[in-house]
């Protein structure tokens, strides 16, 4: 008793939801790194391998327990999204906006 519409509506609102999620904890961990002044690549871009630095790390830790974040990790790992918002473009974007919030905040004071 429901038309396609709506049941394709419902799973892109579950996309949304997910994508959401995501981005908030990627989020909180560029907000925890630059708040405590720790460096954020190494010398590898890439999950679950030596030297990827203190983002992946964190991602990787993450995932250990979370389950948005280790719904992520598997799509990445098994090639089902190749936009995964983990890169150093994203992380640049992320702490410039988070810098320019701060700056507004000090400059309204």
Known sequence: NQTINKVALREVEKEKEHWRKVLFRI??????????????RGTNC??????????????EMLAEFDPVIQEHVRRITN?????????????????????????????KK
């Open 27 to 40: 989020l909180m961990i560029v907000k925890f790194l630059a708040k405590h002044n720790l460096a954020f």
């Open 46 to 59: 890439k999950l679950y391998q030596d030297s990827n630095g203190n983002f992946l790390g964190l991602v």
């Open 79 to 107: 090639d089902e999204t190749h936009v995964h918002y983990l890169g150093p473009s994203i992380q640049n974007e992320l702490i410039n906006l988070l810098a320019a919030a701060i700056r507004h905040e000090i400059i």
